[in-house]
Nanobody
């Protein structure tokens, strides 16, 4: 059974940084896509970033491009989201997601929460102004 466990959230001032981690277990993720999503109160879950485990290709939401970086550590089976220059509008619960052995990968699919097979429990990020 695939398990995803997020950590690293917290309270930070605007302009600060946080690094989120997603520890993955239950399978070999070499052929999978890992994504980060976020959900603010009263809003829909939205795409933040994704990485194709094999090769490391990445994709970002326009709102975080240039500020956030997604990466993975093969040895630790862990995906990271480095968040810099944080803004109050980045406040949300951040979720890690995994798409197992996708048949076809497109940017549109990577951005769709419904495409993913497994989700973590989420970690709260709060950015104060």
């Amino acid at each position: 059974q695939v398990q995803l466990v997020e950590s690293g959230g917290g309270l930070v001032q605007a302009g600060g940084s946080l690094r989120l981690s997603c520890a993955a277990s239950g399978r070999t993720f070499s052929s999978d896509v890992m994504g980060w999503f976020r959900q603010a109160p009263g809003k829909e879950r939205e795409f933040v970033a994704a990485i194709i485990w094999s090769g490391g290709s990445t994709n970002y939401a326009d709102s975080v491009t240039g500020r956030f970086t997604i990466s993975r550590d093969n040895a630790k089976n862990t995906v990271y989201l480095q968040m810099n220059s944080l803004k109050p509008e980045d406040t949300a619960v951040y979720y890690c997601a995994a798409k197992v052995a996708p048949f076809a990968i497109t940017v549109a699919r990577m951005k769709a929460p419904s495409w993913y097979d497994y989700w973590g429990q989420g970690t709260q990020v709060t950015v104060s102004s």
